[in-house]
């Protein structure tokens, strides 16, 4: 079983800067690969960002760019660093965690956090 807290989230405008973290406790936290995750009102969940166990990174086209992960297995996080936010960015945000591989379809992945909102004004 594995625990996910995000923080972070918030109201802020466009081209504005924001910074999510994921805490992580429960089984080996370096077994797992992480995935961030957001749904705006009437849509459903996508893919945002996934790092593995080897630090492989991934990143939706939309995001590209302009966001990054990254993960410290010594403080079982994994944070998304977020640049030049647009209005459309603005969605609830979900940490996810599965075994070993990344992957962008939701239903992969076992575990999920509870979410964070962040809300881009123009």
């Known amino acids: 079983q594995v625990q996910l807290v995000e923080s972070g989230g918030g109201l802020v405008q466009a081209g504005d800067s924001l910074r999510l973290s994921c805490a992580a406790s429960?089984?080996?936290?370096?077994?797992?690969?992480m995935g961030w995750f957001r749904q705006a009102p009437g849509k459903e969940r996508e893919f945002v960002a996934g790092i593995n166990w080897v630090t492989n990174t991934y990143y939706a086209n939309s995001v590209k760019g302009r966001f990054t992960i990254s993960r410290d297995n010594a403080k079982n996080t994994v944070d998304l660093q977020m640049s030049g936010l647009k209005p459309e960015d603005t969605a609830v945000y979900y940490c996810a965690a599965r075994s070993l591989r990344t992957s962008v379809t939701p239903s992969d992945y076992a575990y999920w956090g509870q979410g964070t909102q962040v809300t881009v004004s123009s």
């Open positions: 429960g089984r080996t936290f370096s077994n797992y690969a």
